[in-house]
């Protein structure tokens, strides 16, 4: 997709390619940003509990829908990942640096066990309104206006070919930028920071949007949890 420069805007859209980048510098998160997931630690990696009930975000995604996609899809990466660890040193790893270090079915399955949990924290039943503060600003200043961004995530999304995620990341700066990754792609294997994610494989919505990908993005945004993402982007360790 082209999309015109803008001489006020320091934004810079990539689509399944990426410039190198570092996480943010104001914390390390690489080293310390698994507070949400930490029970993913304690016997081997856990999956962690959704943060609202299962039918929670319905009519959005139904029931079925999210049973579905955490009690099947998601727990099955945890499984997965947790054959794939034992007896080795990785097991000892957090989730996160897991993800940034291992590569091939590891990293599979430890980037989509990372992906899922996050992607749940990105979505809330008591969302409404647009993004405030600072999560405001840099969207406005990168992006031109909410309205815009929105327009070219929900594209990116929507053109992926085949399974994977859209992402908002921040580099070392603050900078933002939406990502189209496929598979278990992630911003987090290439330094930058996440900041919002929809997942696009179809198992997030087949059971309730069959196969219309673009219905389930244009709903996505009535539910997504702006204050998680200002938390994201702030550096903070999201609250799980």
């Known amino acids: ?132 503060g600072e999560l405001a600003q840099a969207i406005a200043r990168d992006f031109g206006s909410i309205e815009k961004f929105q327009a070219q995530f929900s594209e990116a999304a929507a053109k992926l070919f085949g399974s994977g995620w859209a992402w908002l990341a921040a580099d070392k700066d603050g900078e933002l930028s939406i990502l189209a990754l496929s598979n278990a792609g992630t911003p987090l294997k290439e330094g930058l920071e996440p900041v919002l994610t929809v997942d696009v494989w179809e198992h997030a919505y087949y059971v309730d949007y069959r196969n219309e990908r673009p219905r389930f993005i244009e709903n996505f945004w009535k539910h997504v949890n702006w204050d998680f993402c200002s938390q994201c982007l702030a550096g903070k360790k999201p609250i799980g």
């Open 1 to 132: 997709m082209s999309i015109p420069a803008d001489s006020c805007s320091r934004r810079r859209f990539l689509a399944g390619s990426l410039a190198a980048g570092a996480g943010l510098s104001m914390t390390s998160w690489l080293e310390a940003a698994d507070e949400p997931f930490k029970s993913s630690q304690l016997a081997g990696f856990q999956q962690p509990k959704l943060p609202y009930e299962l039918g929670a975000l319905a009519p959005f995604l139904t029931e079925e829908q999210m049973n579905y996609h955490y009690n099947k899809h998601h727990a099955s990466y945890f499984k997965n990942l947790n054959g794939l660890v034992e007896g080795k040193p990785e097991a000892k790893a957090t989730l996160r640096a897991l993800v940034v270090k291992s590569e091939g079915p590891m990293f599979n399955n430890a980037a989509q066990a990372w992906n899922h949990t996050f992607f749940w924290h990105c979505m809330t039943p008591d969302a409404g309104g647009k993004p405030q």
